[in-house]
């Protein structure tokens, strides 16, 4: 649990500096969506956490989530909204990896639901910024 909370909060972080950079106001607002989404998820799981007894850790860091996320702050100079576009979809893959494997792993049975929905939604915000890629391919 620690872990996907770790990740919530790489992934909300990740789309929050891609929301700064960002030059299209859609795409902007889109990345700030999911950020807000992110820490939505974390403080869910967080909360389960708390009910169980247990306190969340306090690291912001997944440990093996992507390196993107930790370094898009460095890379967000002047660039372009695909590159943009790419580098969160590479971070939201791994965020996308990191539901499944918490998903293999025998979970509480009421937070199994949470997490499943949680990696839906991860799993639609990728397909979603895939099908923006795929737009801006097309012109």
Request: net charge neutral; glycine share 8%; charged share 35%.
């Amino acid at each position: 649990m620690n872990d996907l909370i770790a990740t919530c909060r790489d992934s909300e972080e990740g789309f929050g500096k891609a929301a700064k950079g960002a030059h299209g106001e859609n795409l902007r607002n889109r990345f700030i969506g999911i950020a807000r989404q992110r820490a939505d998820f974390a403080k869910e799981l967080a909360g389960y956490l708390r009910k169980m007894g247990a306190e969340p850790e306090s690291g912001r860091r997944s440990g093996i989530q992507h390196a993107g996320w930790r370094e898009l702050e460095e890379r967000i100079r002047p660039k372009d909204d695909a590159s943009f576009l790419a580098e969160c979809q590479e971070g939201e893959e791994n965020t996308l990896r990191h539901y499944e494997r918490a998903l293999a792993k025998d979970l509480p049975v009421p937070v199994r639901p949470m997490v499943e929905r949680q990696r839906l939604s991860v799993q639609e915000a990728l397909l979603e910024l895939r099908s923006v890629e795929m737009v801006r391919r097309a012109g």
